[in-house]
């Protein structure tokens, strides 16, 4: 079973969801009253949600810049990981 299926039975679709075009980022979405505010992060294995930056979001799409951070911030956490 992927890490698309498992999550889902716990979190809406709505609110969690895999971003296009990129290294497996996923966008979490949460309302605080009328702000709207968006948590990139990603896998470690089926269970494991690292989220590693969060950011208003004022438009439709996910800023090119935030979705570079998350996508470094990744490749940190698995490469620091792996040297123990």
């Known amino acids: ?6 999550f889902f039975h716990y979190i809406p679709r709505k609110f969690f ?4 075009g990129t290294d ?3 966008e979490a979405r949460v309302q605080y009253g009328n ?3 968006r948590l990139l992060g990603f896998f470690d294995g089926n ?3 690292i989220l590693n930056h969060a950011f208003t979001k004022k438009s439709q799409k996910t800023p090119k810049k935030e979705i570079i951070k998350a996508e470094q911030r990744k490749k940190k956490y698995f490469l620091q990981r792996r040297q123990g």
Do not use: R
């Not at 079973?1 to 498992?6: A, Q, S």
């Not at 969801?17 to 296009?20: S, T």
């Open 1 to 6: 079973m992927g890490t698309d299926h498992v």
């Open 24 to 26: 497996n980022i996923w």
């Open 35 to 37: 702000n709207f505010f």
């Open 47 to 49: 269970e494991l949600v």
């Open 17 to 20: 969801k895999k971003l296009e």
